[in-house]
C-alpha cells in the first residue's frame, strides 16, 4: 500500500505521541517526531499558501536553527562524530511533537488524529500559554477548564502521562462512534 508524504508523517508523529504517553524509549519519540516535523515543513509551503511557515521559521530561528537540530542530527548520523554523546531530553520531544502537530494542523485545515487531539488537549491544560488558549472566562465550561488547568500544573509526571493516555482512548472512541468516557 503506498503512503503519501502527509500520511507518513501522520504515522510517525502519531507513534510518537503514543511512545511519549507510554512514558516509552525518549529516543524514539524525538527521531520519530522530528522526522514528522521535516516532512511538514517541507510540504508546508507546498500544501498551505498562508506564508505561515516564515512566522514560524522565526520561532525556531529564535531558539536556533542549529540548536534545534542538534538531537535530531545526533540520533540519525555517526560519520563525523561516532564518539559523541548526547542526552535524550523530553524538551527535545515536546517541542518536536508540538511544533508537528501545529504544522499537521494547519495543513490539514484542524484534521487531527486521535493522537494529535489528546497532545493538544494535555498541552493547552499544562501551557496555556504558549499554546495560545484564551478561553472565554464567561463560557459555561470555563470553571472545568481552570480545574482541569489546576490539576495538570501540579499533576507529576506520570500522572500527566495517565491523563494524556486517558485523553488518547477516549478521543479513539470518539472516532469509532463510541462514548468517550465508557469502556463496555
Given at each position: 500500500?503506498?503512503?503519501?508524504?502527509?500520511?507518513?508523517?501522520?504515522?510517525?508523529?502519531?507513534?510518537?505521541?503514543?511512545?511519549?504517553?507510554?512514558?516509552?524509549?525518549?529516543?524514539?519519540?524525538?527521531?520519530?517526531?522530528?522526522?514528522?516535523?521535516?516532512?511538514?515543513?517541507?510540504?508546508?509551503?507546498?500544501?498551505?499558501?498562508?506564508?505561515?511557515?516564515?512566522?514560524?521559521?522565526?520561532?525556531?530561528?529564535?531558539?536556533g536553527w542549529e540548536e534545534y537540530n542538534?538531537?535530531?542530527?545526533?540520533?540519525?548520523?555517526?560519520?563525523?562524530?561516532?564518539?559523541?554523546?548526547?542526552?535524550?531530553?523530553?524538551?527535545?520531544?515536546?517541542?518536536?511533537?508540538?511544533?508537528?502537530?501545529?504544522?499537521?494542523?494547519?495543513?490539514?485545515?484542524?484534521?487531527?488524529?486521535?493522537?494529535?487531539?489528546?497532545?493538544?488537549?494535555?498541552?493547552?491544560?499544562?501551557?496555556?500559554?504558549?499554546?495560545?488558549?484564551?478561553?472565554?472566562?464567561?463560557?459555561?465550561?470555563?470553571?472545568?477548564?481552570?480545574?482541569?488547568?489546576?490539576?495538570?500544573?501540579?499533576?507529576?509526571?506520570?500522572?500527566?502521562?495517565?491523563?494524556?493516555?486517558?485523553?488518547?482512548?477516549?478521543?479513539?472512541?470518539?472516532?469509532?462512534?463510541?462514548?468517550?468516557?465508557?469502556?463496555?
Amino acid at each position: 500500500m503506498e503512503i503519501s508524504k502527509l500520511e507518513a508523517a501522520k504515522r510517525q508523529l502519531d507513534c510518537a505521541i503514543r511512545l511519549y504517553f507510554h512514558d516509552d524509549d525518549m529516543c524514539s519519540v524525538i527521531t520519530l517526531c522530528r522526522a514528522a516535523f521535516r516532512l511538514l515543513w517541507d510540504l508546508y509551503p507546498k500544501l498551505a499558501e498562508d506564508g505561515f511557515e516564515k512566522e514560524f521559521g522565526k520561532i525556531i530561528e529564535f531558539m536556533g536553527w542549529e540548536e534545534y537540530n542538534a538531537i535530531t542530527n545526533f540520533l540519525k548520523h555517526a560519520d563525523k562524530d561516532h564518539e559523541d554523546q548526547m542526552e535524550p531530553h523530553e524538551v527535545h520531544a515536546v517541542s518536536g511533537i508540538g511544533f508537528s502537530v501545529i504544522l499537521y494542523g494547519r495543513v490539514t485545515n484542524g484534521k487531527l488524529s486521535a493522537e494529535m487531539k489528546a497532545w493538544e488537549t494535555i498541552m493547552t491544560l499544562w501551557q496555556p500559554d504558549v499554546w495560545d488558549s484564551h478561553p472565554d472566562p464567561d463560557h459555561p465550561h470555563y470553571a472545568d477548564f481552570r480545574r482541569g488547568v489546576e490539576k495538570i500544573v501540579n499533576a507529576s509526571r506520570e500522572e500527566r502521562l495517565t491523563m494524556g493516555r486517558g485523553f488518547l482512548r477516549g478521543f479513539k472512541r470518539i472516532e469509532q462512534g463510541l462514548d468517550p468516557e465508557h469502556s463496555w
